[in-house]
C-alpha cells in the first residue's frame, strides 16, 4: 500500500511570495490533514477534510491560508502571501472511517521563508 | 495553552537498557492517546496507541502505561536500540470519529551503543 505522498519536498521563497504545496493520501481514506510543524514544536493542525468537505478549520490563517481538496482525493494548501513565521514543514495526513484509527503522514514540505 | 505537554526534550539511554518517554495531558475529553515516532526528513510514524479504557498496551518491545487519575502517560522501550533514536511525539484526540490530535512537542531519544 503507497504511503501518503507530498510534493514538494523542500521550497524556499521571499516574504510576501506566494507557494502551493500537493497531498496524494493514502487510497480510500476519506479523512485529510494538514499539520503546520514549527522546529522544536509539535505538528498543529491546520485543517482537517472529510471527503471534500471541510471539517476543522478553526486554525487556519484564512487571510492567507487557503486549502481545497477537490474529488475529496488530493489535497493543495496554499500561502498567498507568505510571512517569515510560516517557515515550517506542513505535513498531510490521511485515515479512515474506523474508530480507534491511526493516522498516516507524509514526509512533509520544509518550507523556509527569506 | 499546551494541552499535550512532554516535559523532557531530550533523553540518553545505553543501548540495552529501558527507556522511559513520559507525557501528561490536560483536557479530560481526551480518549485516545498515540505515540509516534520521527526520523529528520521523514514525516511521523504511527508507533502504538491505547484507549482510555484500557490502562497498558504492549507491542513488541513498546508499551504504553495510562494513568487515568493522574492525565499522564508514559512509553517504555525495552530493550533499547540503536535505532530507536529518533523524536518521539505523544498524541492525544477527544474520539468518536477522526478527530484531529493534538501533538506535545516531542522528545528526542538518543540509544547510546
Known amino acids: 500500500e503507497a504511503g501518503v505522498a507530498q510534493s514538494p519536498r523542500y521550497k524556499i521563497i521571499e516574504k510576501r511570495q506566494s507557494v502551493a504545496f500537493w497531498c496524494n493520501p493514502i487510497?480510500?481514506?476519506?479523512?485529510l490533514y494538514w499539520y503546520q510543524q514549527i522546529l522544536g514544536q509539535g505538528p498543529k493542525l491546520l485543517i482537517q477534510?472529510?471527503?471534500?468537505?471541510?471539517?476543522?478549520d478553526s486554525q487556519l490563517p484564512k487571510d492567507r491560508f487557503s486549502a481545497e481538496r477537490l474529488k475529496g482525493v488530493d489535497s493543495t494548501l496554499k500561502i498567498q502571501p507568505a510571512k517569515l513565521e510560516d517557515s515550517a514543514v506542513y505535513l498531510c495526513?490521511?485515515?479512515?472511517?474506523?474508530?480507534?484509527?491511526?493516522?498516516?503522514f507524509g514526509p512533509g514540505t520544509r518550507l523556509t521563508v527569506t | 495553552d499546551q494541552q499535550v505537554k512532554q516535559n523532557s526534550p531530550s533523553l540518553s539511554v545505553q543501548e540495552g537498557r529501558i527507556s522511559i518517554l513520559n507525557c501528561d495531558y490536560t483536557?479530560?475529553?481526551?480518549?485516545?492517546f498515540l505515540w509516534y515516532k520521527k526520523y529528520p526528513a521523514e514525516g511521523p510514524t504511527f508507533l502504538i496507541s491505547?484507549?482510555?479504557?484500557?490502562d497498558k498496551n504492549e507491542d513488541g518491545r513498546f508499551t504504553v502505561f495510562l494513568n487515568k487519575s493522574a492525565k499522564h502517560l508514559s512509553l517504555h522501550i525495552v530493550p533499547s536500540q540503536p535505532g530507536d533514536s529518533a523524536v518521539y511525539f505523544c498524541?492525544?484526540?477527544?474520539?468518536?470519529?477522526?478527530?484531529?490530535?493534538?501533538f506535545g512537542k516531542g522528545t528526542r531519544l538518543s540509544v547510546i551503543a
Open positions: 487510497s480510500g481514506h476519506a479523512t
Open positions: 498524541a492525544a484526540s477527544a474520539g468518536v470519529l477522526n478527530t484531529p490530535l493534538v
Open positions: 495526513a490521511s485515515s479512515s472511517n474506523r474508530v480507534g484509527y491511526e493516522q498516516y
Open positions: 491505547i484507549s482510555s479504557i484500557k
Open positions: 477534510f472529510q471527503n471534500n468537505g471541510v471539517v476543522d
Open positions: 483536557n479530560s475529553m481526551f480518549d485516545y
